[in-house]
């Protein structure tokens, strides 16, 4: 079965501070990857998604992710976090092709950023 | 436009009892889920439908689980009898379809379930 690993259960930085975290997955098929993010008190949300061509996509505030289909990972990044980034982020992956419509979703990450 | 409806967004109960929850999901999108969310935990899959047909409920337990999407449009899970262990979360999702980036879920509030 499809699994997605989050290695960071509870990510503490700084304001300013730069942000990865990991996000891999067992597939090795045709994969659609998403991140969302759920700030406190709302529900989960967007935040940027891969479908096919540039491996380098780019999401709303700032934050970006690299799919490296030969390690199959999809590492969300950010230069530099801000306090209202303080959320939780969970990694999901869609397979491509036979079952398109099946998604997995890792555990999530907590990210708590200090002022 | 109105995003994903779900009711009620908080449900306490006993032990034994039923419990329903609706969803309502973004016009003209065929595809909807049904998530269960335990804390600190990611979403997982219980049943996707595919306009009115359920086209993956492998994960949904059916010995006290039902679902059904009339019409293609608007869904309701049920639980009969509810158990301690089914406090959780419960999120509605639906997207355009299922193919490239019809693909893409957009999630309701949630359905916040306490047994006692």
């Known amino acids: 079965a499809q699994s997605v690993s989050q290695h960071n259960h509870h990510v503490i930085l700084s304001e300013a501070a730069s942000l990865e975290l990991g996000c891999n997955y067992s597939y090795g098929g045709t994969v659609n990857l998403f991140w969302y993010v759920q700030y406190p008190g709302q529900h989960l949300q967007l935040l940027l998604k891969?479908?096919?061509?540039?491996?380098l996509v780019k999401g709303i505030k700032g934050f970006e992710a690299e799919f490296i289909k030969s390690k199959f990972s999809f590492n969300l990044r950010k230069p530099s976090v801000q306090w209202s980034d303080t959320a939780e982020y969970f990694c999901?992956?869609?397979?491509?092709?036979?079952?398109?419509?099946?998604?997995?979703f890792g555990d999530g990450t907590t990210l708590t950023v200090k002022p | 436009e109105a995003g994903v409806v779900q009711s009620p967004r908080y449900k306490i109960i006993e032990k034994k009892q039923p419990v329903a929850f609706w969803c309502n999901p973004i016009s003209g999108h065929n595809t909807l889920y049904w998530y269960l969310q335990n804390l600190g935990q990611g979403p997982e899959l219980l049943i996707r439908?595919?306009?009115?047909?359920?086209?993956?409920d492998s994960q949904l337990p059916k010995d006290r689980f039902s679902a059904e999407r009339l019409k293609g449009v608007d869904s309701t899970l049920k639980i009969q009898p509810a158990e301690l262990g089914d406090s959780a979360v419960y999120l509605c999702?639906?997207?355009?379809?299922?193919?490239?980036?019809?693909?893409?879920?957009?999630f309701g509030p949630g359905t916040r379930l306490t047994v006692l």
């Open positions: 891969y479908f096919s061509g540039d491996p």
């Open positions: 999702a639906s997207s355009l379809g299922t193919s490239g980036s019809y693909n893409e879920q957009f």
């Open positions: 439908y595919e306009n009115e047909e359920a086209v993956d």
């Open positions: 999901a992956v869609n397979e491509g092709n036979t079952n398109a419509g099946k998604s997995t």
